[in-house]
């Protein structure tokens, strides 16, 4: 770990955080029209199955994670690190981040969702231990919307 990581500070997104890690995710690639990023944060922030955990260097945020679970399995969300601050472990620390904040909550298995055209972290996520999953999503929009990619 180099000296850079270490000093990481991860805590949970404050009110004054919220545009700001919004930036970051769209900076990321990270965000889609049907989804508004500004709306997951208040949805994981309103109970205590979800959190965003923020990673500052110097002050200023330069990674997130979303983790939460649903009372059978945990899950990752919006792992973000700046590419400005990227190749030197931050993804990493953050999922060990996500992963103690599971265990914490007797969370067993973690899981998360790759977009297939995101293929550049499939080997990120291996070197952490993940495993490919053959499994097929279905999805509902319960406001009525029409299926999205």
């Not at 404050?14 to 029209?33: E, F, K, N, S, Y």
């Not at 049907?34 to 500052?56: E, Q």
């Not at 973000?80 to 953050?94: E, F, I, L, S, T």
């Not at 914490?104 to 977009?115: A, C, N, P």
Request: charged share 25%.
């Amino acid at each position: 770990m180099t000296a850079a990581v270490q000093t990481l500070a991860i805590a949970p997104i404050a009110d004054a955080d919220v545009a700001d890690v919004v930036a970051l995710w769209q900076t990321c690639g990270l965000t889609r029209p049907w989804n508004d990023p500004a709306a997951d944060i208040a949805l994981a922030r309103k109970g205590s199955n979800a959190a965003v955990l923020i990673g500052r260097e110097n002050g200023a945020i330069i990674a997130t994670v979303l983790v939460g679970h649903d009372g059978h399995r945990g899950w990752v969300y919006y792992l973000a690190v700046d590419p400005d601050h990227r190749q030197q472990g931050y993804g990493r620390v953050m999922m060990d981040a996500a992963e103690r904040w599971q265990r914490e909550r007797g969370i067993e298995k973690l899981q998360l969702l790759v977009r297939a055209d995101n293929t550049s972290v499939k080997d990120f996520y291996q070197s952490l231990g993940y495993s490919e999953q053959e499994r097929v999503i279905y999805a509902k929009w319960l406001d009525g919307r029409e299926p999205t990619p």
